[in-house]
Antibody, heavy 117, light 111 residues
């Protein structure tokens, strides 16, 4: 069965960086993309970006360009999302999701990132 | 890229139907047949309920149906059950600049 298992919760200070991992299993990793979506406390879903697990091509939300980097390691079927220069409004649950044209069908369990001094 | 517009809340009694709208633009909802709907229970990850406007993934009850007209997509939940009480989000493919955009979310309450 398809599973996406994310790394554990993080607490970071403003200005720091965070790197969240997402390990995929149950499907051919390189046949799909990975989307990253975040959800601030009590708020809606926000699409952050996408990476092709086939060739590493990326597409980032304009508001995050320059602060976010998405990568994959095909040897371990793991995707990574790094967010730099963290601010308090980056506090959110971060989700990875398997992407196939037009939709995100399976989601990880989420990783809470708290930014606080 | 602005979020798609959904009503903040919707409600219905058990057995009734509820319909949620999702309004975008010709650059997202109206431009592609790639509208998805997600159900999210408190503290849980979103779950795909509808993709490509009206298709249901395996395991999703046929009480859930989707449609689209112009720049507005809709999700209908028929025969409401207690477990349908959740937040629902639409999403649309939005082209090569920002691939996806989500809706503002609708809280469905089963009375």
């Amino acid at each position: 069965q398809v599973q996406l298992v994310q790394s554990g919760a993080e607490v970071k200070k403003p200005g720091a960086s965070v790197k969240v991992s997402c390990k995929a299993s149950g499907y051919t990793f390189t046949s799909y993309g990975i989307s990253w979506v975040r959800q601030a406390p009590g708020q809606g879903l926000e699409w952050m970006g996408w990476i092709s697990a086939y060739n590493g091509n990326t597409n980032y939300a304009q508001k995050l360009q320059g602060r976010v980097t998405m990568t994959t390691d095909t040897s371990t079927s793991t995707a990574y999302m790094e967010l730099r220069s963290l601010r308090s409004d980056d506090t959110a649950v971060y989700y990875c999701a398997r992407e196939i044209t037009g939709t995100n069908d399976y989601w990880g369990q989420g990783t809470l990132v708290t930014v606080s001094s | 890229q602005s979020a798609l517009t959904q009503p903040p809340s919707a409600s219905g009694s058990p057995g009734q139907s509820v319909t949620i709208s999702c309004t975008g633009t010709s650059s997202d909802v109206g431009g592609y047949n790639y509208v998805s709907w997600y159900q999210q229970h408190p503290g849980k990850a979103p779950k795909l309920m509808i993709y490509e406007v009206s298709k249901r993934p395996s395991g999703v009850p046929d009480r859930f149906s989707g449609s689209k007209s112009g720049n507005t997509a809709s999700l209908t939940v028929s025969g409401l059950q207690a477990e349908d009480e959740a937040d629902y989000y639409c999403s649309s493919y939005a082209g090569s600049n920002n691939l996806y955009v989500f809706g503002t979310g609708t809280k469905v309450t089963v009375l």
